[in-house]
Structure formats: C-alpha cells, structure tokens
C-alpha cells in the first residue's frame, strides 16, 4: 500500500518560512511599543496578535512539513519560475501598479481626483476597453463615496 501525500504549490513552503519569520519581526516591534507585557498597556494588544500571527504561522508549518513538491518541478530555480508565473500574472502587476501610483498620487493630488482616475483606469482596463459605461460607474461610485463621508459621517477627504 502506498502512500499518498498532498502536493506543495510551488514556493509554499518558502512562503511558509518568510511568514514565521514576519510574524517573529512583528512581535519583537510589538514589544518595543512598550518594553513589558502588561495587560492595560498600549503594546498588549499588538503583542496578542503577533503572538496569534506566530502561533498561526507554526501551525502552517506543522501541517505542511508532509507535503511534497510536484514531480514535475525539477529544481529550486524551476519552482521559483513556475511561483513567478504563477502568482505573477500581468493583470495582477497592472493592478498592484497602478495602486502604488494611486496611493502616491494622494498626496498630491486630491482624494476624489486620484480615485476616480484609478478606479476609471482600472474599469477600462479590466473591462476590455468599454470606456463610456467604465466612466459612468467610476462617477457613481465617486458620488456614493462623496455622500457617504461628506454629508452622512461628516468626515472631510483630502
């Protein structure tokens, strides 16, 4: 009787790794809010979630230290090229992009100008050109986002 084991996506168990490592990073900047665990601190709370994230993280570890990586990937660098094209699609790098340059664009730009522009430029694009019915959803969005904080929670937008 053979056994059968579960398949690793490519880069998994590597992304495993970093997340341990991350959540390890985090709980040392949570404790560096306050220097001490005490329950009413400031830093207790940051502290609770890293150590949620670290428990988290070693738990994942645990459950896939059995799996396998696929046969068919043959070495480190082939499960870095098929991660790469896997998880790196272009309409994925567009997208992250083109949220960098949205985010940068805040600052110098107003709140409602920088968002109809990425909204309305990412409507376009994911929906194959259609530039009209693109605009007109971007200002209804726009127009919802505009009631909403300005006249329901009376909060100003930069």
Same mark, same amino acid.
């Given at each position: !009787?053979s056994k059968?084991?579960? %398949? *690793?996506?490519a880069g998994?168990?590597?992304?495993?790794w970093?997340?341990l490592l991350? =959540?390890?990073? +985090?709980? @040392?900047? &949570?404790?560096?809010?306050?220097?001490? @665990?005490?329950?009413?601190?400031?830093?207790s709370?940051p +502290?609770?979630l890293?150590?949620? !994230?670290?428990?988290? =993280?070693?738990?994942?570890?645990?459950?896939?230290?059995r799996? %396998?990586r696929?046969p %068919?990937?043959r =070495?480190?660098?082939?499960?870095?090229? +098929?991660?790469?094209?896997?998880?790196?699609q272009p309409?994925i790098v567009?997208?992250? *992009? +083109? &949220? *960098?340059?949205y985010?940068?664009?805040?600052v110098?730009?107003?709140? $409602?100008v920088?968002?109809?522009?990425?909204?309305a430029?990412?409507? @376009? $694009?994911?929906?194959?050109?259609?530039?009209?019915?693109?605009?007109?959803?971007?200002?209804?969005?726009?127009?919802?986002? $505009?009631?909403?904080?300005?006249m329901?929670?009376r909060? $100003?937008?930069p």
């Open positions: !009787m059968q084991f579960e %398949r *690793v996506q998994e168990k590597a992304f495993d970093l997340l991350f =959540s390890i990073g +985090v709980l @040392i900047e &949570a404790f560096r809010i306050d220097g001490e @665990i005490r329950l009413n601190s400031a830093g709370f +502290v609770g890293a150590l949620v !994230m670290l428990a988290s =993280s070693v738990a994942i570890l645990f459950s896939h230290r799996k %396998r696929d %068919r990937i =070495s480190a660098r082939h499960e870095a090229e +098929v991660f790469l094209h896997e998880h790196f309409h567009i997208f992250s *992009v +083109v &949220a *960098v340059l985010l940068a664009a805040i110098w730009a107003s709140f $409602y920088s968002t109809f522009v990425f909204l430029a990412l409507f @376009i $694009y994911f929906r194959q050109g259609k530039f009209i019915s693109s605009l007109i959803i971007t200002s209804a969005a726009i127009a919802v986002i $505009y009631g909403l904080f300005t329901v929670f909060v $100003y937008l």
